[in-house]
């Protein structure tokens, strides 16, 4: 079983919309991290947001939104007034002692916002 | 602040001959150090990571090995490439392993 799912392979919106991506994950621990990171198509991924697993409280930035559910186990990030910059692939991840040193990543979901 | 850098950007090599990627750290001492390879379109697979000098642990046995022979300098190397080892290899680092990972700008490699 996947430790980090994103079911959302592709999603198209029309710039201006709000767009939700999905992130769900597993792990038998109390203390853990999780990450969104954005891929532009240079290349290099981009630190957005790290919350502890504490802190249920939701977070805004600007047009990003990030909703974290422990009852579902999920942590939701959703862009409002999508802009074509927007257009990357976004990845969500997991540290927790479960799986030892390192980050567990999701596959990956690719946002193309259309003009 | 802190600064990551990888070279080269981009590099086409032959099957069967070497690799070298360097990643370097700037701002920050005894990081953990990590390499991932994304195939495209695809996601990221950990390669090695490095809590500190001469310290390499392999998530994923193959003909790719890392080295740390300083202690903000991380080496890909290869001693013959293969047609799969094609992608792109981004270097990160961290302050721990909790602790959230800053990625290079990466290298493309193409192997041809």
């Known amino acids: 079983a996947q430790k980090v799912t994103q079911a959302q392979t592709e999603i198209s919106v029309v710039e201006k919309e709000d767009v939700t991506l999905d992130c769900v994950y597993e792990?038998?621990?109390?203390?853990?991290?999780l990450f969104w990171y954005k891929q532009p198509p240079s290349g290099e991924l981009v630190f957005l947001i790290r919350?502890?697993?504490?802190?249920?409280q939701n977070e805004i930035s600007g047009r990003y939104s990030w909703n974290f559910q422990k009852s579902t186990s999920s942590f939701n990030f959703t862009i409002t007034a999508s802009q074509v910059v927007d257009s990357a692939v976004y990845f969500c991840?997991?540290?927790?002692?479960?799986?030892?040193?390192?980050?567990?990543f999701g596959p990956g979901t690719r946002l193309s916002v259309l003009p | 602040s802190q600064t990551i850098h990888q070279w080269p950007a981009t590099l086409v090599q032959p099957v069967g001959s070497p690799l070298s990627l360097e990643c370097t750290v700037e701002?920050?001492?005894?990081?953990?150090l990590y390499w991932y390879r994304q195939a495209a379109g695809r996601g990221l697979q950990l390669l090695f990571y490095?809590?500190?000098?001469?310290?390499i642990s392999s998530e994923v046995p193959q003909n790719l090995s890392a080295s740390r022979p300083q202690d903000r300098q991380f080496i890909l190397s290869s001693k013959k490439l293969l047609l799969s080892d094609s992608g792109f290899y981004l270097c990160?680092?961290?302050?721990?392993?909790?602790?959230?990972?800053?990625f290079g700008p990466g290298t493309r490699l193409l192997v041809l």
């Open positions: 792990t038998r621990d109390t203390t853990y991290y």
């Open positions: 919350r502890n697993s504490f802190d249920e």
């Open positions: 990160a680092w961290s302050q721990s392993s909790k602790e959230t990972q800053y």
């Open positions: 490095s809590v500190g000098i001469g310290q």
């Open positions: 701002g920050t001492s005894n990081p953990n």
């Open positions: 991840a997991l540290s927790s002692p479960d799986y030892g040193q390192n980050f567990v």
